[in-house]
């Protein structure tokens, strides 16, 4: 919910925030995926239009590349048990799959380059993406391009 509705998210209280995320649930599109071992949720990720996720268009690094009404792939969270099992390539191919019902033009993520910074990603690694055919439209810290190619 803190990309949803900023800062506010830690001013209020914790049931305020989770009726909020169900009322997100409940209107649509859903807010994300999750993976399941039998009934244990083991991973997250959110996966909504970009418009969902104002907070993106506040950090210039992220700032829109272009006008199209992209979904963006903003959160991922996998269980520390379930790591290094696959889990984000699942979460991402299901975000995919998503996107592409939702008839979006294309699908936006933020991940880190593992070169670059080891430290845990609650967005990823490049290397993951680009396995899953995301390509390079505007690298982490460079100013956006006008156009994405």
């Known amino acids: 919910m803190y ?4 800062s506010s998210y830690r001013k209020r209280p914790g049931e305020e925030n989770k009726a909020a995320f169900r009322q997100a649930v409940e209107h649509g599109p859903p807010p994300g995926v999750l993976a399941f071992d039998g009934a244990t949720a083991v991973g997250w990720c959110q996966v909504t239009p970009r418009d969902a996720v104002p907070w993106l268009d506040r950090l210039w690094q992220l700032k829109r590349v272009d006008d199209a009404p992209v979904w963006s792939l903003s959160c991922l969270y996998v269980r520390k048990k379930y790591r290094l099992q696959g889990i984000t390539s699942h979460l991402i191919a299901a975000a995919l799959q998503a996107a ?5 033009p294309a699908l936006e993520a933020y ?3 593992a070169g670059v910074s080891p430290s845990a990603s ?4 490049a290397s993951t993406f680009a396995r899953a055919g995301f390509r390079v439209v505007a690298p982490q810290g460079a100013s956006p391009p006008d156009h994405a190619l």
């Open 100 to 104: 592409r019902r939702a008839n979006a």
């Open 122 to 125: 609650g967005s990823g690694y």
């Open 111 to 113: 991940p880190f380059d």
């Open 3 to 6: 990309g949803r509705i900023g």
